[in-house]
């Protein structure tokens, strides 16, 4: 009788446990589903307002060409469609033509590179054409003058202050130039550090001050190391501004708490029986470490760095302090020239009044994304192809 009277006073609470964690079961699934629905939400409105980016409007026109054109290429399109023809394609004109000799004092028909707010009218969008200007492209349209195809420009090309004739051509090649400089400093610094620090090291209070400092400096905001790039690199070294010297050396000092962090974690994951047999075979300290601890443990390293690096192409803050948001419409040939980034891109587009601008935004911001799931990609293949487990 005893016993069943316990069973009773505890069936209760075993009930309202079990909805209690169904209840939280619940939540977490809701939470999930949200989180999802939001990314692909996010995810799907960008691809909607960038693709557009990837496709520009051409017009069919006639050219006479003739010496008039050359000195004054605005003179070739008749006075109507002159609006609706971008003037990057006109002052490109007599350059095509000096190239081609054979064209001079004959007609010629070109696909002339369409104004942006022609563009925009042709793709659906809000665009500040007047009437007349709609009316003639509407006809060039029925005549079958007026097409969209792939564009080229925004890929092969620089910034532009018109709208219709930029690219992201120098903000890749600048991109690629600072991370090769951020890769260079950042990964054999911070690889070496944490080989110190987690194998020769003796702990006392000074190495634990510095692996206090390492992991604050993990999570302290980026623009900080712009600062501090700013006031070390350029006014005291003198590096030139906005050059991929300085925003890489900048952005390894971003890089490197993480990379050494997520190293001293490798190499802490590695069995100390390892060491152990190593010592037990006559070998030095850092025989061990070279040719048997930092194989096992470099996946790992690969995983945390090629993660941080990725982390530091989508970087702004740090790179606006070095001056790497300027307006650079030629790519960069040198580690020491001025050039810009994806990501300062992106910001400096989305200023612009020009609606054309708007989806060359989302479009930089896609080609971005993929760069950077790509890397995240690499960094989880490493880690499933080499990982042991033991």
């Known amino acids: 009788m005893q016993e069943s009277n316990k069973d009773y006073f505890y069936i209760p609470q075993i009930k309202r446990r079990n909805q209690k964690a169904a209840i939280f079961k619940s939540m977490t699934i809701l939470a999930i589903i949200f989180s999802i629905s939001f990314l692909i939400f996010f995810l799907v409105d960008l691809v909607r307002a960038g693709y557009p980016a990837f496709a520009q409007t051409y017009v069919q026109i006639e050219v006479n060409i003739n010496q008039e054109v050359v000195e004054n290429p605005y003179g070739a399109i008749d006075r109507k469609k002159l609006k609706i023809i971008s003037r990057a394609w006109l002052r490109d004109l007599p350059g095509e033509i000096e190239k081609n000799p054979a064209w001079m004092n004959t007609t010629q028909t070109f696909w002339a590179l369409a104004h942006s707010e022609v563009d925009q009218y042709i793709k659906g969008k809000e665009s500040r054409t007047s009437e007349r200007d709609r009316e003639i492209v509407d006809e060039l349209k029925a005549a079958g003058k007026v097409e969209l195809k792939f564009n080229t420009i925004f890929m092969t090309t620089g910034d532009s202050k018109i709208p219709e004739n930029s690219g992201i051509y120098s903000a890749i090649i600048g991109s690629i130039l ?37 992991n604050n400096l993990a999570a302290i905001p980026s623009i900080l190391f712009g600062l501090l790039g700013l006031a070390i690199f350029i006014n005291f070294f003198g590096v030139p501004r906005s050059s991929p010297l300085v925003g890489g050396m900048t952005l390894a000092l971003m890089s490197l708490p993480v990379i050494i962090v997520s190293s001293k974690a490798a190499l802490k994951s590695v069995p100390a029986s390892i060491r152990q047999a190593g010592f037990g075979l006559g070998l030095t300290k850092w025989q061990i470490v070279r040719d048997h601890v930092l194989p096992v443990a470099m996946p790992g390293i690969l995983t945390g760095s090629i993660i941080s690096i990725a982390r530091a192409i989508g970087e702004t803050a740090p790179l606006i302090i070095v001056g790497m948001i300027a307006f650079v419409p030629d790519a960069a040939t040198s580690f020491t020239d001025a050039a810009t980034v994806l990501p300062a891109q992106v910001f400096t587009w989305a200023g612009m009044p020009e609606k054309a601008y708007l989806e060359r935004t989302a479009a930089a911001i896609v080609v971005l994304l993929v760069l950077l799931l790509s890397l995240n990609g690499v960094a989880i293949y490493l880690r499933k192809k080499f990982e042991r487990k033991w």
Do not use: K
Not at 185 to 214: D, H, K, S
């Open 178 to 214: 600072t991370m090769l400089v951020t890769i260079a400093i950042a990964f054999p610094i911070g690889v070496m550090t944490a080989i110190y620090l987690e194998e020769f090291a003796t702990e006392n209070r000074m190495t634990n001050i510095i692996e206090v400092n390492i």
